[in-house]
């Protein structure tokens, strides 16, 4: 498909609602992929699947820059967090990607379905958890290797599957870090920033980006995404962990219909 080109009117305006819901999400509590990426397969059958991948970033970079914004001014994120989770997220998702051409993905999908509901358990069973900050080995070299490691997996996975990497995120701040749903949910806006620019770089140099349709799409997240981080902001840790849970019940149906069917 042209880069260049739109599809008929009705398919954009589809397209375009369904960024703004993603972006909502996104803000709240990442998985806005979960939303946008098969809208955009579905949508778009004449598009090669490349094109869909890199048009789903350049939306999702738009939104996910203002949902950054949002949280700065109101829940500043924890950039020394972030900066090494960034970067080695950015390498984890090069050695996902190049290893997506050995081995078959659906060999992790069954270990993913699994993890997703023991995390979704223990989040529901413990509803304390991430209203509050306490954060874990606070300054130390520990806090911020756990940090790394845990960009780097959540990089791999990104390179390797992609759907629910914010939400993957938002567990690493909150279950083992200890941040606050709401401050996890701001750092990891940084992080996602950082993984969603290097990808559109690689995905732009191919020539696999759909830029008007890409830009109309990421106008509209990025409205979703100021919406949504303002609610969370507003109303609270409480809300977030709600919507996240709703987030990773999706996941699981989704990865799991993948892998039993």
């Not at 994120?77 to 993905?105: E, H, K, Q």
Request: net charge positive; aromatic share 8%; with cysteine.
């Amino acid at each position: 498909m042209d880069p260049l080109a739109l599809p008929d009117l009705q398919t954009v305006l589809l397209l375009c609602l369904v960024a703004a819901l993603a972006g909502w999400v996104d803000a709240v509590s990442g998985g806005g992929g979960l939303l946008q990426l098969p809208a955009l397969f579905l949508a778009l059958p004449e598009a090669a699947p490349v094109q869909a991948l890199g048009t789903n970033k350049l939306s999702s970079i738009v939104g996910t820059s203002a949902a950054a914004a949002t949280y700065a001014r109101k829940a500043p994120p924890d950039v020394r967090t972030a900066m090494p989770m960034v970067i080695a997220a950015i390498l984890g998702a090069a050695g996902g990607a190049a290893t997506a051409s050995r081995i078959p993905a659906d060999v992790f999908r069954p270990l993913v379905v699994v993890l997703l509901v023991a995390v979704w358990l223990w989040t529901l069973l413990r509803p304390q958890m991430g209203r509050t900050q306490q954060l874990r080995w606070q300054g130390s070299r520990r806090h911020y290797a756990v940090a790394t490691v845990a960009g780097l997996v959540i990089g791999f996975y990104d390179g390797l599957l992609g759907p629910g990497t914010g939400s993957f995120l938002l567990i690493v701040l909150v279950a083992v870090l200890g941040y606050s749903f709401l401050n996890a949910s701001s750092t990891a806006k940084v992080v996602n920033l950082g993984t969603n620019l290097a990808a559109l770089v690689v995905f732009a140099a191919s020539g696999s980006v759909l830029w008007l349709l890409g830009l109309l799409m990421g106008a509209c997240n990025l409205a979703g995404a100021v919406v949504g981080a303002r609610m969370a902001i507003r109303r609270g840790s409480e809300f977030v962990r709600m919507v996240f849970l709703v987030v990773v019940a999706v996941l699981i149906l989704r990865l799991g219909w993948d892998v039993f069917t």
